[in-house]
Structure formats: C-alpha cells, structure tokens
Nanobody, 126 residues
Framework: QVQLVESGGGLVQPGGSLTLSCAAS????????VGWFRQAPGKEREGVSC????????YYQGSLDGRFAISKDNAKNTVYLQMNNLKPEDTAVYYC???????????????????WGQGTQVTVSS
C-alpha cells in the first residue's frame, strides 16, 4: 500500500502556529521530492512549499514571507510543515504530495505520477 497521510490541522487564531505532518508508507520518502499544497474554498490548488530529494533544497511560495518551513525526517519517513504567524488567508485544506521529480511539485501542481495525501483542514479565525 502506497499512502501519504496528513495530520495536525485544526482551528487556530490569527498569529498562532501549527505544525502539519505527512507520514508516508509503502515507499521510501527520501527517494522523492515532497511538497505541500493548499486549496481554499472556491479556489484552485496552489503550491506552498517543496523540498528536493537530492540535496534537501527548499522552495516556498513567495507570498508566505518566511512564515512557513518545510522539513523532512527520513528516519520517520515523514515530512512536516511548520506554520507560524498564521493569517485568515491561510485557511485551506492542506495536502502533501511526493514525486520522483522536483519540477512536478516546484513548477506545477503535480502530474499523473504524483502521490497525494487526502488533506487536512487548517482554519485560521478569531
């Protein structure tokens, strides 16, 4: 079974923090580029961040202004997204994704070979 399972979403006040986790099973995550995407109601899915499998280089959507950080723990086969100073516009379903090619995540919203989790809801509201 090849699976990605997100967790850690929930309701948080503006300015608060959350850490999302994405646990992989059925494959070795360190062989894949990994990314986080989000989709707000009525909006298209957009890339948030991704990390290269080759050298660990990280990439972020420019509008985040340094508030988010992606990391990976190969021993736990898990990728994380640390989200700080959350804003209402961060409200969305957050998805993790894995692909053997970084460009499929960095330059696009995945492709036919991309593995996807089922998402976790993040709501930022007072």
């Amino acid at each position: 079974q090849v699976q990605l399972v997100e967790s850690g979403g929930g309701l948080v006040q503006p300015g608060g923090s959350l850490t999302l986790s994405c646990a992989a099973s059925g494959f070795t995550l360190d062989d894949y580029a990994v990314g986080w995407f989000r989709q707000a109601p009525g909006k298209e899915r957009e890339g948030v961040s991704c990390i290269s499998s080759s050298d660990g280089t990280t990439y972020y959507q420019g509008s985040l202004d340094g508030r988010f950080a992606i990391s990976k723990d190969n021993a736990k086969n898990t990728v994380y997204l640390q989200m700080n100073n959350l804003k209402p516009e961060d409200t969305a379903v957050y998805y993790c994704a894995a692909d053997r090619f970084l460009v499929s995540l960095r330059d696009s919203v995945g492709d036919e070979e991309t593995k996807w989790g089922q998402g976790t809801q993040v709501t930022v509201s007072s």
